[in-house]
């Protein structure tokens, strides 16, 4: 929340630092926050696609991998980092009142702790959710990099456009578990 709070009080950073010279456009510390959140997001969600589709799939090896305490203690929290950072700049992407912000996280944050497990088993089985949730990623990052050089993209279009993409992605799932077809499956760095 702390994060949240403190990406808050940056929203409110409109006074110029520094023009683009190209576009002739300020740009605010708002602006900047919005701009390195969508380039972080985009930047996250296509090598996440990249990887799951054209890296090499992970094999099994001879020897196990050594992971000490600490370092396994190290990891978790950046991912955990990571993953806060991540889910606080789509909340911010995807609204403009803090009291919204805050719901949206404290929400997904309590949805991803009880339904984990059956989440993770049910993207799993379709892995094309996966590259639904990471489209929906740049479409975040993209809409916060044209906020921040001055292009509003009017947040029902974002948001019908997702409920669309998902509608048509259910009714996907629903004929192939009628014809079951063989599911998508994704390059994984470890198996």
């Known amino acids: 929340m702390l994060l949240l709070l403190s990406l808050t009080w940056i929203m409110g950073l409109t006074k110029p630092l520094f023009t683009l010279p190209v576009m002739n456009q300020p740009i605010s510390g ?3 926050v919005l701009l390195l959140g969508g380039l972080f997001l985009i930047w996250k969600s296509v090598r996440e696609v990249h990887e799951k589709l054209e890296g090499v799939d992970g094999h ?8 000490t305490f600490a370092n396994v203690i190290v990891q ?10 991540d ?24 949805v991803m702790l009880i339904f984990a497990g059956a989440i993770s088993d049910f993207v799993n089985r379709h892995p094309t ?3 639904l949730a990471l489209s929906f990623l740049i479409l975040i990052g993209v809409a916060l990099v044209g ?4 292009h509003k993209i009017p947040k ?9 993409a998902f509608a ?24």
């Open 30 to 32: 708002r602006d900047l």
């Open 60 to 67: 099994a090896t001879a020897g196990r991998a050594r992971a």
């Open 76 to 85: 978790i929290l950046v991912l955990d980092i990571v993953f806060s950072l």
């Open 87 to 110: 889910s606080v700049i789509t909340a911010i992407g995807m609204a403009n009142e803090i009291g919204v912000m805050i719901a949206a996280v404290v929400i997904a944050l309590g």
């Open 129 to 131: 959710l996966k590259m």
């Open 147 to 150: 906020e921040a050089l001055g």
């Open 156 to 164: 029902g279009y974002i948001y019908f456009s997702m409920a669309f």
């Open 168 to 191: 048509v992605e259910m009714l996907n799932l629903r004929l192939r578990s009628k014809e079951k077809a063989k599911p998508v499956e994704l390059n994984q760095p470890y198996r």
